[in-house]
């Protein structure tokens, strides 16, 4: 499975992790690794504060920037083809013009506020951009052998199954299908009542009927099924995986949209790296 992965980095750790992170993923699909750098002016363009040389010092930074992260990239997996690329503009605009097979970024860059899980051009991508984004954060983490994916009963979670199923095989690692559910609960009718046992039942049928032809397609994988009755958010990210994916879009059995509160939340809350694919 050849292919381009584009990682995006602005000289932070998380950047940096998110460059090695897309070496390793290079390797396994035997694809090539752009590092692209927005080089964005903004910032310094204060007409009562004019700095000598911008351009050529702007150009300089950016190109350390690029080159510390080719140097992380060729350490990591010095067998992989490596490009870069310095293109001018906003950095989340900049990453959606790529084109590539994947796009992978640090859960957060230099900007914004010390402390916050999230950075805005990450969340901005995660939410716009066609190919399969992966959110990586700059801690390490053990391996544990095991990919997770969220499945619900909408055909909008069929690209990130697929997804999953292609990541386990590369890997070699069990895939994980995590479904979550919540039985209603009606403050002011609580004679209401389900039978627990059947609607546990039902969800393991959607979770069965869902990824019945991945199933086929990839004999090989080990699976585990886990079907929690939980919030989305705290099934998907309660569990240790070496990746975590959910959809972009799609229905929980309840209705809830996945990105949405639930890809958001996953995206702001998963300790591993998190893999939001487009439906």
């Known amino acids: 499975m050849a292919g381009l992965i584009i990682a995006g980095v602005d000289g ?39 700095v000598p040389d911008q351009e050529d010092l702007l150009r300089k930074a ?20 490596v490009s870069t690329r310095l293109v001018e503009g906003a950095p989340a605009a900049v990453l959606q013009e790529q084109e ?16 916050v899980l999230l950075g805005s051009v990450t969340m901005e991508v995660a939410r716009q951009v066609g190919c399969p984004v992966v959110v990586v954060r700059e ?5 544990v052998g095991e990919i997770g994916v969220g499945v619900d009963d909408s055909d909008t979670c069929e690209p990130a199954i697929g997804y999953a199923f292609e990541q386990a095989r590369m890997r070699g690692a069990a895939l994980r299908l ?8 009606h ?10 046992d059947e609607v546990r039942a039902a969800q393991r049928e959607v979770v069965s009927r869902r990824t019945a032809a991945w199933r ?33 879009h799609g229905r929980g059995a309840l209705g809830s949209l996945l990105l949405g509160s639930v890809s958001r939340g996953v995206l702001h809350h998963a300790r591993c790296p998190v893999a939001v694919i487009r439906s």
């Open 62 to 81: 950016a190109g350390r920037v690029l080159d510390a992260a080719e140097a992380a990239a060729r350490a990591r997996q010095p067998a992989v083809e």
């Open 216 to 248: 086929a397609r990839y004999p090989e994988v080990k699976l585990i099924e886990d079907v929690q009755n939980a919030h989305p958010v705290d099934a998907l990210t309660g569990t240790a995986c070496d990746l975590l994916i959910v959809g972009s």
């Open 178 to 185: 995590i479904h979550a559910w919540q039985v209603p609960v």
């Open 12 to 50: 932070s750790a998380p950047s940096i992790a998110a460059v090695e992170w897309a070496a390793d993923d290079a390797l396994r699909m035997g694809g090539e690794l752009r590092i692209v750098h927005a080089l964005d002016r903004r910032p310094y363009d204060i007409a009562r504060f004019p």
């Open 139 to 143: 801690e390490r983490r053990e391996k």
């Open 187 to 196: 403050a002011f009718a609580p004679e209401i009542s389900y039978d627990l």
């Open 100 to 115: 590539a097979n994947e796009l992978v970024v640090g859960n957060r860059g230099l900007g914004g506020f010390a402390g």
